[in-house]
């Protein structure tokens, strides 16, 4: 569209708008005169949503005008300023014509573009046909990863399979990889295979094992009445034990028969009877505390067919902490001199650790700081925890957003899952990347590997990673296909939920100048994936996500749901916004109030 094109265009939205007015008459004498002129740039706008307005918004961007993007609180002044430009532009026409042509080493509004576009398929394949975003779906377990479920997420949707390389191991990630490839096939589309490496995760370690004690109690009411007996599975010893209240019978008692009975004396002394129902289940009216030490016997007609004491597994080890509490975080040889403690997967986290840094437990659920350090680790304070008490257990994530660690950028859980990448996927996840020499180092990996072909995704995940985020993207772009993925779990947690809004709009500008894709991942439906139903913030979010080009779902049960959810969110956005830039199609709400 050129300039006379352009100029008639917009002098045919202000005509509209200004004839509007008469639409609108009725409502508008009825407005308030202090409200008038807002009133009236209503109807404006109104008159020019009523038109699919993005042809012209793409025709004034092309010419370097503004493409409407934020008009709507002063309609006709923003149409009369756009016309000034498009009048300089056709007087300085003749003269730029004249001009000789400049060299320019960086890309046009088309040529930016393009290269995305480019850059974005090689990394995660051709886009759907029907939307602008990937959506990628991370496996759950590959017990849990048949062809229905592989049936089901392809169908709603998903375009790239995401492969966790820090849980299982290469025989279950193949399987999981096989059979989603499988389902691809028989649905005649392609899925891209990306594997997450596991980086240098640290975790907390228990210490020492939980207490043997079970409580059975049964349900009651706000009177203390029993309303539902406890249920306590029976299973024969030298079994799996059941999930949930279950007491092991001696094989040369099973099985028992509807009507025996089992006598107990709890660990409080206290005497408690069991009714069996049948062989694998009895019911008890009152509470029993069961540990090692106590004795059951088994009685039928009134004789005692056995006796024996109870086997009570470990509970979960639980540090229970309040605000103020100090605890211990010590390395993995140290031994605790007392049970205030819990260790950590990498001891040379613990030995980076300083006085005065923070220490945050379990996706920022609890945040400390070093009170002092020695050989075998580090004194912590609690700061801010979830609650009133937090329970600090096993095998949570540790982040260490003060402290600089100086670790391999790929430990020997790192090789494995790359060493499967190389065999299997399309893409690698770089997790925990810090700075260029990481980057540099899982290329020449990969080069002795012979994964050269293989795209590589920077998670950004650290305060550290952020502040190199131009290093990190330079140094990747030595070897396309390159991209990067907003981590925003451990990312807030380093940086501060507060900070997270803006980091990541900050993330989306530096990788579209750098025209590498990005990822949008971490809790994204994430209430929906788990239990079926949204929240009304997740939705949101979700909506957001689409200036991005790909967008990251967890696993869950009903994931295949939040696919499908996260399709039409999408599909709906890209009528709207395009990366930072508004759309203007039709609203079919913009008509004259009735």
Same mark, same amino acid.
């Given at each position: 569209?050129?300039?006379?094109?352009?100029?008639?265009?917009?002098?045919?939205?202000?005509?509209?708008?200004?004839?509007?007015?008469?639409?609108?008459?009725?409502?508008?004498?009825?407005?308030?005169?202090?409200?008038?002129?807002?009133?009236?740039?209503?109807?404006?706008?109104?008159?020019?949503?009523?038109?699919?307005?993005?042809?012209?918004?793409?025709?004034?961007?092309?010419?370097?005008?503004?493409?409407?993007?934020?008009?709507?609180?002063?309609?006709?002044? @923003? *149409?009369?300023?756009? $016309?000034?430009?498009?009048? #300089?532009?056709? +007087?300085?026409?003749? /003269?730029? =014509? %004249? !001009?000789?042509?400049?060299a320019?080493?960086?890309?046009?509004?088309?040529?930016?573009?393009?290269?995305?576009?480019?850059?974005?398929? @090689? *990394?995660?394949?051709? $886009?759907?046909?029907?939307? #602008?975003?990937? +959506?990628?779906?991370? /496996?759950? =377990? %590959? !017990?849990?990863v048949?062809?229905?479920?592989?049936?089901?997420?392809?169908?709603?949707?998903?375009?790239?399979?995401?492969?966790?390389? @820090?849980h299982?191991?290469?025989?279950?990630?193949?399987?999981?990889?096989?059979?989603v490839?499988? /389902?691809? =096939?028989? !649905?005649?589309?392609?899925?891209?295979?990306?594997?997450?490496?596991?980086?240098?995760?640290?975790?907390?370690?228990?210490?020492?094992?939980?207490?043997?004690?079970?409580?059975?109690?049964?349900?009651?009411?706000?009177?203390?009445q029993?309303?539902?007996?406890?249920?306590?599975?029976?299973?024969?010893?030298?079994?799996?034990?059941?999930?949930?209240?279950?007491?092991?019978?001696?094989?040369?008692?099973?099985?028992?028969?509807?009507?025996?009975?089992?006598?107990?004396?709890?660990?409080?002394?206290?005497?408690?009877?069991?009714?069996?129902?049948?062989?694998?289940?009895?019911?008890?009216?009152?509470?029993?505390y069961?540990?090692?030490?106590?004795?059951?016997?088994?009685?039928?007609?009134?004789e005692?067919?056995?006796?024996?004491?109870a086997e009570?597994?470990?509970?979960?080890?639980?540090?229970?902490?309040?605000?103020?509490?100090?605890?211990?975080?010590?390395?993995?040889?140290?031994?605790?001199?007392?049970?205030?403690?819990?260790?950590?997967?990498?001891?040379?986290a613990?030995?980076?650790?300083?006085?005065?840094?923070?220490?945050?437990?379990?996706?920022?659920?609890?945040?400390?700081?070093?009170?002092?350090?020695?050989?075998?680790?580090?004194?912590?304070?609690?700061?801010?925890l979830?609650?009133?008490?937090f329970?600090?257990?096993?095998?949570?994530?540790?982040?260490?957003?003060?402290?600089?660690?100086?670790?391999?950028?790929?430990?020997?859980?790192?090789?494995r899952?790359?060493?499967?990448?190389?065999?299997?996927?399309?893409?690698v996840?770089?997790?925990?990347?810090?700075?260029?020499?990481?980057?540099?180092?899982?290329?020449?990996?990969?080069?002795?590997?012979?994964g050269?072909?293989?795209?590589?995704?920077?998670k950004?995940?650290?305060?550290?990673?952020?502040?190199?985020?131009?290093?990190?993207?330079?140094?990747?772009?030595?070897?396309?296909?390159v991209?990067?993925?907003?981590?925003?779990?451990?990312?807030?947690?380093?940086?501060?939920?507060?900070?997270?809004?803006?980091?990541?709009?900050?993330?989306?500008?530096?990788?579209?100048?750098?025209?590498?894709?990005?990822?949008?991942?971490?809790?994204?439906?994430?209430?929906?994936?788990?239990?079926?139903?949204?929240?009304?913030?997740?939705?949101?979010?979700?909506?957001?996500?689409?200036?991005?080009?790909?967008?990251?779902?967890?696993?869950?049960?009903?994931?295949?749901?939040?696919?499908?959810?996260?399709?039409?969110?999408?599909?709906?956005?890209?009528?709207?916004q395009?990366?930072?830039?508004?759309?203007?199609?039709?609203?079919?709400?913009?008509?004259?109030?009735?």
């Open positions: 569209m050129d300039f006379d094109a352009l100029l008639a265009a917009i002098d045919a939205l202000r005509a509209r708008a200004l004839a509007a007015r008469a639409d609108h008459a009725p409502a508008l004498a009825a407005v308030a005169p202090s409200l008038l002129p807002s009133a009236r740039n209503l109807v404006a706008y109104l008159a020019l949503r009523a038109e699919d307005l993005r042809p012209l918004q793409q025709a004034l961007a092309a010419h370097g005008l503004s493409s409407l993007g934020r008009i709507e609180g002063h309609v006709l002044d @923003a *149409l009369d300023q756009v $016309r000034a430009r498009i009048d #300089d532009a056709r +007087v300085r026409r003749g /003269a730029l =014509a %004249a !001009a000789p042509a400049i320019t080493l960086t890309p046009s509004r088309d040529e930016a573009a393009h290269l995305l576009e480019t850059h974005t398929r @090689a *990394l995660l394949g051709p $886009r759907p046909a029907h939307r #602008d975003v990937c +959506v990628m779906v991370t /496996a759950p =377990a %590959a !017990a849990q048949d062809a229905a479920w592989a049936d089901r997420a392809l169908g709603a949707g998903t375009d790239i399979l995401r492969v966790n390389g @820090a299982e191991d290469p025989a279950a990630w193949g399987r999981i990889v096989e059979t490839r499988a /389902a691809a =096939a028989r !649905a005649g589309r392609t899925c891209r295979v990306v594997v997450d490496l596991p980086g240098p995760k640290l975790r907390t370690v228990a210490r020492h094992e939980g207490p043997r004690v079970v409580r059975w109690r049964p349900a009651k009411d706000h009177l203390g029993v309303q539902v007996p406890c249920r306590v599975a029976l299973y024969p010893r030298m079994h799996a034990a059941p999930a949930g209240p279950a007491l092991a019978i001696p094989t040369a008692l099973w099985p028992l028969r509807r009507g025996d009975e089992l006598r107990v004396r709890d660990a409080r002394g206290r005497k408690r009877r069991l009714r069996v129902l049948d062989a694998q289940v009895a019911i008890v009216d009152r509470t029993v069961l540990t090692p030490d106590c004795s059951v016997a088994a009685h039928r007609d009134g005692r067919l056995g006796r024996w004491t009570v597994p470990a509970q979960p080890f639980a540090l229970r902490i309040e605000p103020g509490d100090r605890f211990r975080l010590l390395r993995a040889g140290a031994r605790p001199v007392d049970d205030r403690a819990i260790g950590c997967s990498l001891d040379l613990v030995a980076a650790l300083r006085p005065g840094q923070r220490v945050i437990f379990d996706d920022g659920m609890l945040e400390t700081v070093v009170e002092a350090i020695d050989g075998d680790g580090a004194s912590l304070v609690a700061l801010r979830a609650g009133a008490s329970a600090l257990r096993a095998e949570k994530g540790i982040n260490l957003p003060d402290t600089v660690l100086d670790v391999p950028a790929l430990g020997p859980d790192d090789e899952a790359l060493a499967f990448a190389v065999a299997h996927a399309d893409v996840e770089a997790s925990f990347v810090r700075s260029p020499d990481d980057v540099r180092a899982l290329h020449a990996r990969l080069a002795e590997l012979g050269d072909a293989l795209g590589i995704v920077l950004i995940e650290t305060g550290e990673a952020f502040a190199q985020l131009p290093a990190l993207l330079l140094a990747a772009m030595a070897r396309p296909p991209g990067v993925m907003i981590a925003r779990g451990d990312l807030a947690v380093e940086i501060g939920f507060e900070r997270l809004a803006e980091v990541q709009e900050e993330i989306l500008w530096l990788c579209e100048a750098a025209h590498v894709p990005v990822i949008w991942a971490t809790q994204v439906l994430e209430t929906l994936a788990r239990t079926g139903q949204p929240s009304r913030a997740e939705v949101t979010d979700a909506a957001m996500a689409g200036r991005a080009e790909c967008v990251m779902l967890n696993k869950g049960p009903f994931v295949a749901d939040a696919v499908a959810v996260l399709d039409d969110i999408l599909r709906r956005m890209a009528a709207h395009h990366k930072k830039r508004s759309l203007f199609r039709r609203l079919s709400v913009a008509h004259a109030p009735h």
